[in-house]
Structure formats: structure tokens, C-alpha cells
């Protein structure tokens, strides 16, 4: 039997999720992996700067893009193939990575100054990389999304003339009120409402994604009919009334 058209539609928005979240993690992981190993590479001033800080960032880069391409592979698996084995995988780590966000986002509400500090020290390493890998791709790329997020720039900010152009681009004007990096992201509230409103819209997608497993999951056990059962000749001549004979 096929998928009724709700479960039809939940398969199709699972295959699409699943494909930009696969995606979204190999991208995480493969820059968390490319800074690890950038980061061990000697640089000209060959000092090492792998703070506590950093170490913990690109660890969570690499474990969550990881987590991510994992439970992709799984959803689109389960979903293509109408799997419920998979599908029922895909649910249990979806809950998991549902529950590290939520316990991760409360954390972050609760000790907002703790987590500025230690995105702050993540940051002033960052930097610290750049200038003695003398301009690393995979340090560039880190900046950039600190700049971009925090809307902020080096460590000294409008007259920041090292990695200027990892900046956010702004007009001659708005260029001057440009602050610096360390201390906007060490006094970043993050009860704010930017943060609370991308928080919860994460929060709703994968809740989505797992009310679509779910109901894909009901669906593809209410299409599977009853198993076949298969008759041998004298199991049916068995089961067939004797007609009496007629005298």
C-alpha cells in the first residue's frame, strides 16, 4: 500500500532538511578540522597558542558538524527507503542533538558573562593565529564569522589594519564606529532578542523535523498490509469443505 498524502508530504520535507543539515555539518566539520590542524602547524613566530578556549570551540565545530552528517545520513536513508529502522534511529539522535541545544542555549542564558569570556579568549586566539600563520585560510574564515556574527572588527576595530578584510563591509562612514572584537563579545547579552529569536527558531526546526519523522514513521506502518501466508495444495484441500456425494 502507499504513503497517504501526509506521510508523502513529511518524506519529502524530511529528504530536504536532512540534505541542507548534511550539509550544513560536513561545512561545520571540515572547518573545526581544518583549524585543529592549521593550529598545529608552525607559524613564524612558532609559539604555541592552543588556549582552552579555542580547543573547547573547534572540539564543538568537529563533534557537532559530526553529530549533524550522522543524523542526516540516517533521515535521508530512512526517509527515501521508508525505512521505520532508520527512521527510528534518526529520532533518537535528533532527541539527543534536541536536548544538547536546549541544555547548551540554557546554559549560555544562565552564565551569559561565562561564555562571553570564553568566546572572547576563542576570539583573541583566532586572531592571534591569523597574524602568526600570517594569514591562514582556515583562521580567515574563522574571523570572518566571529566579525559577522558580532558585527565587529580585530582587536582594535575602526583602525584595525591586520585583518581588515575579514571585516564586515560598511560604508566610509560607518566604518569609523566600528567597535573591537574582545570586548563586544566578551559584554554580548545573550538574552537578547537576535539570540533568543535564532535559539527558538532552531529549536522549532528540529521539532518539526522530528514531528515529520514521526508521523513518516505511522505512515509507513499503516501503508505495510497484513504478511502473506502461503498455502501449500494440501494445506488448502485441507482447509476445503468434503462435499458429500450424491446417491
Known amino acids: 500500500m502507499a504513503l497517504d498524502g501526509c506521510s508523502q508530504l513529511c518524506k519529502c520535507i ?4 536532512n540534505i541542507v543539515l548534511g550539509l ?23 609559539v604555541d597558542l ?15 558538524g559530526a553529530l549533524m552528517m550522522v543524523i542526516s545520513a540516517f533521515g535521508n536513508f530512512g526517509a527515501c527507503n521508508e525505512s521505520k529502522g532508520a527512521l527510528t534511529v534518526f529520532v533518537v539522535l535528533l532527541s539527543f542533538l534536541l536536548t544538547f541545544t536546549i541544555a547548551a542555549g540554557t546554559l549560555a542564558i544562565m552564565k551569559s558573562e561565562e561564555v562571553g569570556k570564553l ?40 583602525i584595525e ?3 581588515r ?21 566578551a559584554s554580548k547579552d545573550y538574552r537578547s532578542p537576535a ?13 518539526f523535523a522530528l514531528v515529520c519523522s514521526l508521523v513518516l514513521r505511522k505512515g509507513i506502518s499503516s501503508s505495510s498490509g497484513p504478511p502473506y501466508i502461503l498455502m501449500s495444495s494440501t494445506t488448502f484441500q485441507q482447509e476445503m469443505p468434503h462435499a458429500e456425494p450424491n446417491y
Not at 555539518?25 to 592549521?38: D, E, N, P, Q
Not at 539570540?195 to 521539532?207: E, H, K, N, S, V
Open 50 to 64: 592552543n588556549t582552552t578556549s579555542f580547543a573547547i570551540v573547534v572540539t564543538l565545530l568537529i563533534v557537532l
Open 195 to 207: 539570540f533568543m529569536g535564532g535559539f527558538f527558531g532552531m529549536l522549532a526546526l528540529m521539532l
Open 119 to 158: 568566546l572572547s579568549d576563542a576570539y583573541t586566539t583566532t586572531y592571534a593565529q591569523y597574524v602568526d600563520k600570517v594569514g591562514d585560510p582556515s583562521m580567515a574564515i574563522m574571523l570572518q564569522f566571529f566579525h559577522n556574527m558580532f558585527d565587529c572588527c580585530g582587536i582594535l576595530g575602526s
Open 161 to 163: 589594519p591586520v585583518v
Open 165 to 185: 578584510e575579514t571585516c564586515p563591509k560598511k560604508g566610509f562612514l560607518d566604518s569609523f564606529s566600528v567597535p573591537a572584537c574582545p570586548a563586544v563579545i
Open 24 to 46: 550544513i555539518g560536513f561545512a561545520i566539520m571540515a572547518l573545526g578540522l581544518w583549524v585543529r590542524f592549521s593550529a598545529q602547524t608552525r607559524g613564524i613566530f612558532n
Open 14 to 17: 524530511l529528504i530536504l532538511v
